[in-house]
């Protein structure tokens, strides 16, 4: 029987600021859904959520950035990619929101020591370390399927600007009129995207908002979850642009990205 290999750890320092930035991203994606899943390089930290399964993906949201713009002192490198499950995303970022108020209040403002374990032959995270010279805590991680194991060249193949049909831009007092008066429909799930004599607007049966004035297309309708569109948020990126496609939306930010299942109608 073959010997399983001794767990191994990387150790990150992060200041309060810079965890609270990466917090609020992952509490971004628990809108999607409670389960968070990292992945971690010597360049590269991807956070992403995901609703549905292998080529039904219904929705998918990320956010990614660069190892030194988050951390302070990286320690090691890696040999291969890590991945990190939280189950309970909410329960964990909710926990993280208290650990950083908590350290403000009482004026701790020392970098915070980051650490993953996780074993060397499957590279997966078995816990998350997040610890100060006043409290500590660790969240223990769960293995991905094989469905939700995705990497950045899944995540780039995925968000193909060049494999939709058209674009625009979403202004972030749109959205927020939109997401407001969808909030009222507390009856129906679905918005629609409707392209109408050069013009484009979203909205429900009762409500539309014209976005812009769109040329050389025909009228359409497109559906979608409001539960999915409500996802974009405008306080943890900017500058939304959304792409339409044959079963899709994209909605890329300027670190995030979010994908939409859609349904068309003539």
């Avoid at 549905?52 to 490198?77: E, L, P, R």
């Avoid at 403000?104 to 020392?110: A, G, K, P």
């Avoid at 193909?160 to 749109?174: G, R, W």
Wanted: net charge negative.
């Amino acid at each position: 029987m073959a010997k399983r290999l001794t767990s191994k750890k990387i150790t990150y320092k992060i200041s309060l600021d810079k965890l609270e930035d990466l917090n609020s991203k992952m509490k971004d994606l628990t809108k999607l859904d409670k389960s968070i899943y990292m992945k971690i390089d010597n360049k590269t930290l991807l956070l992403y959520s995901l609703v549905g399964k292998g080529a039904n993906i219904h929705a998918f949201k990320s956010h990614t950035q660069k190892i030194n713009d988050i951390f302070n002192v990286v320690k090691d490198t890696l040999d291969e990619e890590l991945i990190y499950k939280i189950v309970d995303g909410k329960k964990f970022t909710n926990s993280i929101t208290m650990f950083i108020k908590y350290m403000r209040n009482q004026e701790i403002f020392d970098d915070v020591k980051f650490q993953l374990t996780y074993s060397p032959d499957s590279f997966i995270c078995e816990k998350l370390l997040i610890e100060n010279k006043k409290s500590k805590e660790i969240t223990p991680g769960e293995k991905p399927t094989f469905d939700e194991d995705i990497d950045a060249d899944q995540i780039d193949d995925l968000m193909d600007k060049d494999l939709t049909n058209y674009n625009f831009d979403l202004a972030e007092d749109d959205f927020k009129y939109i997401k407001s008066k969808a909030g009222i429909e507390k009856d129906n799930d679905v918005l629609y995207m409707n392209i109408d004599n050069n013009k484009l607007s979203i909205g429900e049966n009762r409500w539309d908002l014209e976005i812009c004035e769109i040329d050389g297309l025909e009228d359409e309708t497109i559906s979608f979850p409001k539960k999915y569109f409500n996802c974009i948020n405008f306080e943890v990126d900017s500058n939304m642009k959304i792409y339409v496609a044959e079963t899709y939306l994209l909605i890329l930010g300027e670190t995030s990205n979010l994908l939409i299942s859609v349904e068309f109608s003539v």
